[in-house]
């Protein structure tokens, strides 16, 4: 078993908050191995017995009258009715809930879904409800609304590299590899050799991934389009970019007009399925959002490899998108950051440059200035890569995170320099 022990604590802090916790994250990162076996597992060992905790997968041909809604709530009342016993809920795939007229109301349109059991549920003291799914209105920033108020968000990335190398046999040197090129899907753990995994990740996409968004938002666009977007975005991790920058490529190397707010909708959509997320630019001195362009990663940097048949494996930019993604499942507000400031030129004239931070992740009152690079090994390097954070200007912490395994230091500007490896095992590394 891959421990997930953030996700299970999460859930252990949330646990009888009163209220529906909804579990969301890409499809195959794990949310139903989370919820059926660790967190059950955790449930068993402080003494819930089996018959307290009502499991029901909906995308199983044996549960399928429970995809009618009054069915649903019926099966889960039946089963809870003991009020004097705490019952604990799972629902997967909740969207295989279907949406009904009203039975009992004719002639006026009133429908009736999972949100509606769900509701009626938390209504019950007894009863602590937990829902994974995989509909775009579930995994959308609307869920709170959803929920009218009464959901709880927790998201569920693929393996952090701490999470992978626990299970993985070998060093460290060889799980970078492989974590690097493959991701963290959980499935791809348990594939052999290139041609497997490759293929897995792969299908991943034709399979499910795109027949799920292009069925959710009604694409009428030939998949081709939104297969080339993938692409393109998948070439440019950790680069700026906008919508017009995609468009204009589309119509260079493509010969395809496509607008700028259809490009916009489309990365919505990605975004939506968790597939990519989208990195805002900050001012640091300004302390404002300065909008377009921006950056994207992608979730699974295995997703993004298998995307382009493994073709650009720059370990500088896959690297970059590995430290994103694990600061987001640190629970960080991450942003890209900009430094602006001004210098005369040769002729005295007033110029000014931008000069960027990877990220600035925040987090309460905790903020961290990151850049990532390969190697600071020559002294004109190191000094180009800490250009942006010598001119920060205020005494947040920051940090060099390089592709070398070495020992962590500080230079007389208090800038920690540490090894991807250490970063990404050990999140204390971060205050050394």
Same mark, same amino acid.
């Not at 997320?277 to 990663?297: H, T």
């Given at each position: 078993?891959?421990?997930r022990k953030k996700y299970l604590e999460r859930?252990?802090?949330k646990k009888e908050n009163g209220l529906v916790k909804v579990i969301t994250g890409i499809r195959r990162c794990g949310k139903s191995y989370l919820l059926f076996n660790i967190y059950k597992n955790y449930l068993n060992s402080i003494g819930v017995k089996d018959d307290c905790i009502i499991c029901l997968a909906l995308d199983d041909d044996e549960n399928i009258?429970?995809?009618n809604p009054l069915e649903l709530g019926k099966y889960i009342r039946s089963m809870t009715a003991d009020k004097s016993k705490q019952y604990y809920v799972f629902l997967d795939e909740i969207q295989k809930v279907v949406t009904i007229q009203n039975p009992y109301i004719a002639g006026v349109e009133d429908k009736v879904g999972f949100v509606d059991v769900v509701l009626g549920l938390m209504k019950h003291d007894n009863i602590d409800v937990y829902v994974t799914g995989s509909n775009s209105k579930m995994l959308s920033s609307d869920i709170i609304t959803e929920f009218r108020g009464r959901g709880d968000e927790i998201r569920v990335n693929p393996l952090s590299f701490e999470e992978f190398y626990n299970a993985y046999e070998g060093d460290k040197h060889n799980a970078w590899q492989e974590? $690097?090129?493959?991701?963290? &899907?959980p499935l791809v753990t348990k594939k052999k050799g290139h041609e497997e995994k490759a293929r897995y990740l792969q299908s991943l996409f034709e399979k499910i991934y795109?027949?799920?968004i292009?069925?959710?938002n009604k694409i009428l666009y030939d998949k081709s389009v939104l297969d080339d977007m993938l692409n393109i975005v998948s070439s440019s991790i950790g680069s700026l970019t906008n919508a017009g920058k995609i468009a204009k490529t589309f119509k260079s190397e493509k010969q395809v007009s496509i607008s700028d707010d259809t490009v916009s909708r489309y990365l919505d959509f990605f975004i939506d399925a968790f597939?990519?997320?989208?990195?805002?630019?900050?001012?640091?001195?300004?302390?404002? $959002?300065?909008?377009?362009? &921006?950056?994207?990663?992608?979730?699974?940097v295995g997703l993004r490899n298998a995307r382009l048949n493994f073709r650009q494996q720059e370990e500088n930019h896959i690297m970059e998108n590995v430290i994103y993604n694990e600061l987001c499942a640190r629970e960080f507000n991450v942003d890209v950051g900009v430094v602006e400031y001004c210098y005369k030129d040769e002729n005295k004239k007033s110029k000014r440059m931008q000069l960027e931070i990877d990220f600035v992740a925040h987090k309460g009152s905790k903020k961290y200035y990151i850049q990532s690079a390969l190697s600071v090994g020559e002294e004109e390097k190191r000094l180009q890569e800490i250009r942006s954070l010598n001119r920060v200007g205020d005494s947040f912490k920051k940090i060099v995170v390089v592709r070398d395994n070495i020992i962590p230091w500080h230079d007389d500007n208090g800038i920690l320099y540490i090894g991807i490896e250490q970063f990404l095992l050990d999140e204390s590394a971060m205050d050394i």
């Open positions: 078993m891959i421990e859930l252990i802090n009258r429970y995809r974590y $690097y090129t493959y991701g963290g &899907l795109i027949g799920d292009i069925e959710r597939l990519i997320y989208k990195a805002e630019r900050y001012d640091v001195k300004g302390r404002k $959002y300065i909008g377009s362009p &921006l950056k994207y990663y992608f979730s699974d």
